[in-house]
């Protein structure tokens, strides 16, 4: 079929999908939270009493798909814990308060007219994600949980587990009363529904890429329609010269080795120089032990011999590894600039007993989370009480760090009057 | 000179122009609030002190641009009337409250971490504007209360008058110590610099356009850069069976003839069947008295005989002028179907002593405003009490409705800790 024949056949069916989504947005937008609640019950049953069905899907999805790394297939796997996994995760999500109709601030003006505030769902999302199967639940729950309607494109690999998993949430749905179209899955495959999903303007609101680098920058180059932008996590951890020895070796080892490859990881040790000579040895000492390698610039190099020279491309490097970048600064002025520099404005954390540094320090970033003596692996939707994210937002508008219910919510204005009229 | 270096000369420009933006930004986030302030009452000092260059550079631009319509020509005239507005309105946004560093939301986690949600300036804002020469005045003054670094990019025929305006700003700037390139005009009249502002992705955070809906359609669809989309005002006010028929007469004036140049003028009007028989009459007399005509759909025109007979076309259109269009509708739902279908989510009223109606109704529109018992012209920033606004926002995300200064801030997380690490 020819390409042009193929673009058009996507764009019919994401439209055909979207003015579904759209339609169906309007009821999701509107439901009462108990029936949201009772729909994502349902959903998390359906999954636990199809847990053959899913992995033999799983199965079919794996066999089809040869030569993949390790990693990937690890991925790409579904097993019994991990179909319960997201069942639970969906009973987590019907438990958080529902967001919609909260009123954010309320206030009367002179002549008399109350205006509020309210918390009202974006519309229609569209989802796009590589690999992990079970993001098709998660994404949905939290979609729903906000009152969104959700169009779900995972990776090519996973369409059958995605397509078994939405059958669930479907079911869920069903059983709650609320319109099937909340929740779809891509029905094709082809690249060129994605295509078409970022160029849906005025019909998805917002559109959520999660994935590798080379997704992120595909949907971000091409979008016409919002995208809430999670680009790298290059997080710093810098270690002040009034910080705890103490806490500052458990904090690092915790923000870099807890798990290298989420987003918070922190990617770039900054030391400064008056603490370094005593504490640096311990802590590369600390984080080797936990199978950490380094890329270190000339001066720490000189107080732990042996390192590998850093470069600056190093110091741009997210390595989502067990490695970690290394440089000593001379204070604060000298980390931010670094961190300026090379950060992608996501999490840093600064480690001191001196509050007007750690104020400096957090006032002069302008990243999204900034962290005074705690680790920046805790920059999560979990960890920030916000009970599940979609991802974390690096860009500046609408949502930055953690996005949760909350934040897949814009709002609106109701004004009360008596009868008003302008001047 | 060749349009492709015509392009690139442009693109240089603008990456120069933002590159020193983008420094000033971060001077101007941090900017003590009395700074800021500061600044800006020295700019409207120079305004007034420079009253007779100004009207020199605005008697150029007029003397410049010949075939002007009388209502074009009015709005690119300053008078010393108006430069004494321009001065007041720097002065009443001086006395706004400080939005940067607001603490927005608080709470601790069970394990100890405060997390803390801090308004912060988006960084750069570009700001595309077409005839009234004030904007270069209103916008900047915006943006600086804000913590923002803009560059403003006016209409060709008013660049003298903008360089005038801005060399007023820069001076403000330069009395109380911010860098000058916070407040930038476009040094070239070329429409290939504001190609390149819509396409400084990670240079400008934001792209405002205001001024007809040829630049803001032109605008949404070049840009790469988020958008404070200002889409059309089709406002609707609906007159419910239960409306108190003096208090929908005063209320449809004011909506629909107050100005009919803004957008949030009313410009079509829907009446229960219920009450019409009795009400329409009245309506129509007194709006006609106020110099407006109609286009009247068939149920309306059997009331009052006579009415030029309404298309869809014209229920989808801004008049922007004394033109209302009528329907008589059945009910609250037939109101909400019609909005739904022709509106553009900006500002709708109910008029109704019925509570439950007016909730209904409400709840049943996703418009960024929606009023009950009051005018649609007082979707407005000054009139929420934002002191001033750089425009209505229309989209979804980030923003909706009138845009003060506290929407053109972002948020970031503070998390203080005493050493946590994630389990």
């Known amino acids: 079929m020819a390409v042009n024949a193929i673009a058009q056949d996507a764009a019919r069916l994401l439209d055909t999908a979207a003015r579904a989504a759209r339609e169906a947005a309007g009821t999701v937008a509107r439901a009462p939270a108990p029936v949201k609640t009772a729909a994502l019950h349902a959903a998390a049953a359906a999954?636990?009493?199809?847990?053959?069905?899913?992995?033999?899907?799983?199965?079919?999805?794996?066999?089809?798909?040869?030569?993949?790394?390790?990693?990937?297939?690890?991925?790409?796997?579904?097993?019994?814990?991990?179909?319960?996994?997201?069942?639970?995760?969906?009973?987590?999500?019907?438990?958080?308060?529902?967001?919609?109709?909260?009123?954010?601030?309320?206030?009367?003006?002179p002549n008399g007219l109350v205006i509020r505030r309210i918390a009202q769902p974006l519309g229609v999302i569209g989802m796009i994600f590589e690999s992990r199967p079970n993001v098709t639940a998660d994404a949905a729950a939290l979609c729903l949980k906000s009152g969104n309607a959700v169009i779900l494109r995972g990776g090519s690999e996973s369409l059958r587990s995605a397509t078994a998993i939405h059958a669930c949430m479907v079911e869920g749905l069903r059983a709650a009363g609320l319109p099937e179209a909340a929740v779809q899955v891509a029905p094709t495959a082809d690249r060129a529904f994605v295509g078409a999903m970022l160029r849906a303007s005025g019909l998805i609101d917002l559109i959520v890429p999660r994935g590798g680098k080379g997704l992120v920058t595909r949907v971000l180059e091409e979008a016409r329609v919002p995208v809430l932008a999670h680009a790298e996590g290059l997080c710093h951890t810098y270690i002040h010269a009034a910080a705890d020895p103490a806490m500052a070796r458990s904090i690092l080892a915790n923000a870099k080795m807890r798990r290298t490859g989420v987003c918070g990881a922190t990617e770039t040790l900054l030391i400064d120089a008056a603490i370094a000579p005593t504490l640096l040895p311990l802590l590369i000492e600390d984080l080797r032990a936990l199978g950490c390698d380094f890329r270190a610039d000339d001066r720490a190099r000189t107080i732990v011999p042996g390192l590998t020279a850093a470069t600056d491309q190093d110091f741009a490097t997210e390595w989502l590894d067990a490695i970690l970048a290394v440089k000593v600064v001379d204070g604060i002025d000298a980390a931010l600039a670094h961190i300026r520099r090379f950060g992608s404005e996501h999490t840093e954390a600064i480690v001191t007993q001196d509050e007007a540094a750690a104020r400096a320090f957090l006032d002069g970033i302008d990243s999204a989370v900034g962290l005074w003596n705690a680790s920046t692996q805790f920059c999560d939707g979990g960890e920030f009480g916000f009970g599940a994210e979609i991802g974390i937002a690096t860009g500046r508008l609408h949502a930055r760090g953690p996005v949760g219910v909350e934040q897949l919510c814009t709002y609106r204005y109701h004004v009360i009057g008596t009868g008003q009229t302008r001047p």
């Open 47 to 109: 999954l636990r009493a199809r847990t053959e069905a899913l992995l033999a899907a799983n199965a079919a999805d794996l066999e089809a798909a040869p030569g993949l790394t390790d990693a990937f297939r690890d991925r790409l796997t579904l097993t019994p814990a991990r179909i319960e996994a997201m069942a639970k995760g969906l009973e987590e999500v019907a438990a958080l308060p529902d967001p919609v109709g909260r009123v954010l601030s309320e206030w009367t003006r």
